[in-house]
C-alpha cells in the first residue's frame, strides 16, 4: 500500500515521511521530487520551459506512478510518498492508475494554521526548481497557499484524512498517521479500478438526451476530461449489452431498449493507448423524471451535465467530439457511419 502525505509547501510532508517510515515496519519513503530532477536531464529544456510546473507534464505524472509501482514491487510492505497534490484531475489520475494496479493509496493531508504556514514560507530552505535549475524563492512557496486553500475548500477536505499539525511535531504528526493506518481509521481511497489496457480495446458509448436533446456527458473520476456513459466491453459481453450495463451502473438508470447503433469509429493507437474500435449508440430520451433521478457513484464518476452539441465541444477531446458530431448526424438521417479516428469513410 502507499501512504500518501499531502499538503502546501512547507507543510512538513518530507520530515513527516521520514519519521513515519520509523514507525510502520517494512516501509519506504519515496520522493516524487526526485523525477522532477531527473526530467531536466531526460526532456529539452524548451520543452521543460513551456510548463510552469513540473506537476503539470503527464511524463512526470506517469513517471511517479510507474515508478512507485516498480519501487512496491520489488521491496513490498508500505511506501510512504510525500507529495503536494492540489488538482483533483492529477489525483484522479494517479489514484486511479495505482488503483488499477490493486495498490491502495491512504491519502493524508498535513493541514497546519495558515499563518504557521506563511512562517515556515518564509524560514524555509527551498530546493532549486527542476524545470530550469533556478533555486525557488520562498514568494514561490508563498504563492502556493492560495491554490493549496482551494483545493481544501473543493475536494482535499472530502478526499484525505487532514491532520492539524499546527502545534505538533513532525514525529507526532507521523504517530497519528501511522495510528490512523494502523487501526483502519483512514482506509484506502474509494476510487474505482480500472485496469490499464495491454492490447486494443472495444469501447461502447450511449447517448442519452433530456427533453431539450440536449447531450449527457460525464465526468470519470478514473481518467482526465469529460466522456459519454459507457465503458470497456467485457470479454464475451455484446456491445450493446456493455452500453446498458455501464449506464446502470455509472448514471443509475437502466434502458428498457437496446440502444440504436450510430456510429463505429476506429480509434488509433497513441501511445500508452491502444486505440480500438468505439461504439456510440442511440438511448434515447429522457423525460424530466428520469433526468432527475440520475444518480452518480462517487467512486465512479465526479459529475454529469447535460450539454448542447456546441457546449460539448469546449469539454471534449476533439476525436471524441468529431465522434459525437457523427453520431448527431446519424441520428437525424437514421443510419449508423463508420469512421476512422472520427472522419467518415465512403
Same mark, same amino acid.
Given at each position: 500500500m502507499i501512504v500518501w502525505i499531502n499538503g502546501a509547501f512547507g507543510a512538513g510532508k518530507t520530515t513527516t515521511a521520514r519519521e513515519l517510515i520509523d514507525l510502520i515496519p517494512n516501509s519506504t519513503m519515496f520522493d516524487p521530487e526526485v523525477i522532477g530532477g531527473a526530467l531536466a536531464q531526460l526532456l529539452p529544456p524548451k520543452h521543460l520551459a513551456e510548463v510552469g510546473d513540473h506537476h503539470d507534464l503527464p511524463i512526470w505524472r506517469?513517471?511517479?506512478?510507474?515508478?512507485?509501482?516498480?519501487m512496491l514491487a520489488e521491496l513490498g510492505?508500505?511506501?510512504?510518498?510525500?507529495?503536494?497534490?492540489?488538482?483533483q484531475e492529477y489525483r484522479d489520475e494517479m489514484f486511479g492508475a495505482l488503483a488499477a494496479r490493486r495498490i491502495g493509496v491512504h491519502h493524508f493531508v498535513l493541514a497546519p494554521a495558515e499563518s504557521v504556514l506563511r512562517v515556515r514560507a518564509t524560514d524555509r530552505e527551498l530546493p532549486s526548481d527542476p524545470v530550469d535549475g533556478a533555486p525557488r524563492g520562498r514568494r514561490w512557496s508563498a504563492d502556493h497557499i492560495e491554490p493549496y486553500r482551494a483545493a481544501l475548500a473543493s475536494w482535499l477536505s472530502a478526499d484525505a484524512h487532514l491532520v492539524d499539525t499546527s502545534a505538533l511535531s513532525a514525529r507526532a504528526a507521523a504517530g497519528r498517521i501511522a495510528e490512523a493506518v494502523g487501526n483502519g481509521e483512514v482506509p484506502a481511497c474509494d476510487i474505482v479500478q480500472t485496469p490499464e489496457p495491454t492490447s486494443e480495446t472495444l469501447a461502447s458509448g450511449v447517448l442519452l438526451f433530456d427533453e431539450r436533446?440536449?447531450?449527457?456527458?460525464?465526468?470519470?473520476?478514473?481518467?482526465?476530461?469529460?466522456?459519454?456513459?459507457?465503458g470497456v466491453v467485457e470479454p464475451g459481453e455484446a456491445p450493446a449489452r456493455a452500453g446498458i450495463r455501464e449506464v446502470a451502473e455509472e448514471t443509475?438508470?437502466?434502458?428498457?431498449?437496446?440502444?440504436?447503433?450510430?456510429?463505429v469509429d476506429w480509434e488509433a493507437p497513441a501511445p500508452p493507448g491502444y486505440g480500438g474500435l468505439r461504439l456510440l449508440y442511440d438511448g434515447g430520451?429522457?423525460? %424530466?423524471?428520469? &433526468?432527475?433521478? $440520475?444518480?452518480?457513484?462517487?467512486? *465512479?464518476?465526479?459529475?454529469?451535465?447535460?450539454?448542447?452539441? %456546441?457546449?460539448? &465541444?469546449?469539454? $471534449?477531446?476533439?476525436?471524441?467530439? *468529431?465522434?459525437?458530431?457523427?453520431?448527431?448526424r446519424a441520428r437525424e438521417r437514421g443510419a449508423a457511419m463508420y469512421l476512422e479516428r472520427g472522419i467518415p469513410v465512403p
Open positions: 506517469r513517471l511517479v506512478i510507474d515508478t512507485a509501482a516498480a510492505g508500505t511506501l510512504v510518498v510525500p507529495m503536494t497534490l492540489l488538482r436533446d440536449r447531450i449527457l456527458l460525464v465526468d470519470p473520476t478514473y481518467k482526465a476530461g469529460w466522456e459519454f456513459p459507457g443509475g438508470l437502466h434502458l428498457a431498449d437496446v440502444p440504436r447503433l450510430l456510429v430520451r429522457l423525460d %424530466s423524471g428520469e &433526468a432527475s433521478r $440520475l444518480m452518480l457513484p462517487g467512486p *465512479e464518476l465526479r459529475d454529469c451535465r447535460f450539454v448542447t452539441e %456546441s457546449e460539448a &465541444a469546449d469539454l $471534449l477531446p476533439p476525436v471524441r467530439y *468529431e465522434r459525437l458530431r457523427w453520431a448527431l
